[in-house]
T-cell receptor, first 113, second 115 residues
Framework: EAQVTQNPRYLITVTGKKLTVTCSQN?????MSWYRQDPGLGLRQIYY???????DKGDVPEGYKVSRKEKRNFPLILESPSPNQTSLYFC????????????FGPGTRLTVT | AQSVTQPDIHITVSEGASLELRCNYS??????LFWYVQSPGQGLQLLLK??????LVQGIKGFEAEFKRSQSSFNLRKPSVHWSDAAEYFC?????????????FGQGTELSVKP
């Protein structure tokens, strides 16, 4: 089954404790993105990757890092989480031939206290 | 700059009534438009999309949307709402390919369904 998976689905952590949210897709897609969803703001792109070793900032990249060492994986790293990063995070992927249509993961709800 | 506006934050309709959710976009070129639905505690599910051609687009779960270029709108409709349609609905427009083909989302409209 074609899918995007994220782990963990729920995470509660404390300020400053480094964490990684994993994202994996099994569709051999070139493009992958991370979004965060906040009430009243919809989803906003954090970072994106156009292929292995090619990443760039989205609209709200501050406080986040990403890497793309393998085509299927695109982890989101919070080196020093802060309470304003409490949010719902979505990973997404799309293939070159699919225009803008993206496949979304199930989401990771992060709470930073 | 590209943007998407969903004017209604929250809508309540009775079960069996018709539904229209509004979406207005700002985009210079021909837009790629999407409607997603997010059920409570769930991820995003694509309802329908518009790339070109017929301006009335059919989607899953009995939803349809109409692209009106003159009004910069892409409103979502359903003739008869079911209780299971209660969810949050997001309109989105595809932005530049040089940004990884990102989607720009509206703020979302939360739909409640009265029995």
């Amino acid at each position: 089954e074609a899918q995007v998976t994220q782990n963990p689905r729920y995470l509660i952590t404390v300020t400053g404790k480094k964490l990684t949210v994993t994202c994996s897709q099994n569709m051999n897609h070139e493009y992958m993105s991370w979004y965060r969803q906040d009430p009243g703001l919809g989803l906003r792109q954090i970072y994106y990757s156009m292929n292995v070793e090619v990443t760039d900032k989205g609209d709200v990249p501050e406080g986040y890092k990403v890497s793309r060492k393998e085509k299927r994986n695109f982890p989101l790293i919070l080196e020093s989480p802060s309470p304003n990063q409490t949010s719902l995070y979505f990973c997404a992927s799309r293939g070159i031939q699919q225009g803008f249509e993206q496949y979304f993961g199930p989401g990771t709800r992060l709470t930073v206290t | 700059a590209q943007s998407v506006t969903q004017p209604d934050i929250h809508i309540t309709v009775s079960e069996g009534a018709s539904l229209e959710l509004r979406c207005n976009y700002s985009y210079g070129a021909t837009p790629y438009l999407f409607w997603y639905v997010q059920s409570p505690g769930q991820g995003l599910q694509l309802l329908l999309k518009y790339f070109s051609g017929d301006t009335l687009v059919q989607g899953i779960k009995g939803f349809e949307a109409e692209f009106k270029r003159s009004q910069s709108s892409f409103n979502l409709r359903k003739p008869s709402v079911h209780w299971s349609d209660a969810a949050e609905y997001f309109c989105a427009v595809g932005a530049g390919y040089n940004q990884g083909g990102k989607l720009i989302f509206g703020q979302g409209t939360e739909l409640s369904v009265k029995p």
